[in-house]
């Protein structure tokens, strides 16, 4: 199992990022994204079943963020739109067998990709 995670980079307060994250070897139940901001811990952000049916957000990106999934290759997404400087983290990917968004347990993790927003 293999979950690829891309697309981070510098962008300026206002700006969009979409995030990527390809997975391989299996089927999921449930996928996610974290991020950990500079110096702080690891939070969740958004969470979706594979098949879309149910989404959670944290309430400070609700409106802005939108978490989706490309049926055709497995590849998931994590839209982010008028980013501001308190977005800036490492973001993952993660994915579990089964719906439980606010789970600590998350077997399958993404490497981070880097979001910095600049004022």
């Known amino acids: 199992v293999q979950l690829q995670a891309s697309g981070g980079g510098l962008v300026q307060a206002g700006g969009s990022l979409r995030l990527s994250c390809v997975a391989s070897?299996?089927?999921?139940?449930?996928y996610a994204w974290f991020r950990q901001p500079p110096g702080k811990e690891r939070e969740f952000v958004a969470a979706s079943t594979w098949r879309g049916e149910k989404k959670d957000y944290i309430d400070s990106v609700k409106g802005r963020f939108t978490i989706s999934r490309d049926n055709r290759d497995n590849t998931m997404y994590l839209r982010m739109n008028n980013l501001n400087v308190e977005d800036t983290a490492v973001y993952y990917c993660a994915a579990r067998a089964a719906w439980a968004p606010r789970s600590n347990s998350w077997p399958w993790w993404g490497q981070g990709t880097l979001v910095t927003v600049s004022s």
């Open positions: 070897g299996r089927t999921f139940g449930a």
